[in-house]
């Protein structure tokens, strides 16, 4: 069974560094992986994906520069390294992947249960 599980969302300061990750089982291992957020009153916005080996990854502006999505494909994890945490990067964090080989930042298949990131200012 496709399962995503996400961990290492905690509450952190604003400037700090956070490190997620989100392992999966089953046939999602070989997808292309993403994250996602969303904040409070928020609809649910992309944050970052990467390519099926990893070699190809793609950022929405407001984190360009900040974060960094790596997956490891021999331990079906994909991770999303985060510095200079921001108030505004307070959210729940989705992991998700989508069966295909195109980058996207909409229409993922599976979806994980969320850890949440809170950043004090």
């Known amino acids: 069974q496709e399962q995503l599980v996400e961990s290492g969302g905690g509450l952190v300061q604003a400037g700090d560094s956070l490190t997620l990750s989100c392992t999966g089982s089953g046939r999602i291992c070989n997808n292309v992986m993403a994250w996602f957020r969303q904040a409070p009153g928020k609809e649910r916005e992309f944050v970052a994906a990467i390519s099926r080996g990893g070699a190809i990854t793609n950022y929405t502006d407001s984190v360009k520069g900040r974060f960094a999505i790596s997956r490891d494909n021999a331990k079906c994890t994909v991770y999303l390294q985060m510095n200079s945490l921001k108030a505004e990067d307070t959210a729940i964090y989705y992991c998700?992947?989508?069966?295909?080989?195109?980058?996207?930042?909409?229409?993922?298949?599976?979806w994980g249960q969320g850890t949440q990131v809170t950043v004090s200012s």
């Open positions: 998700a992947a989508k069966r295909g080989v195109h980058l996207s930042t909409s229409a993922y298949d599976y």
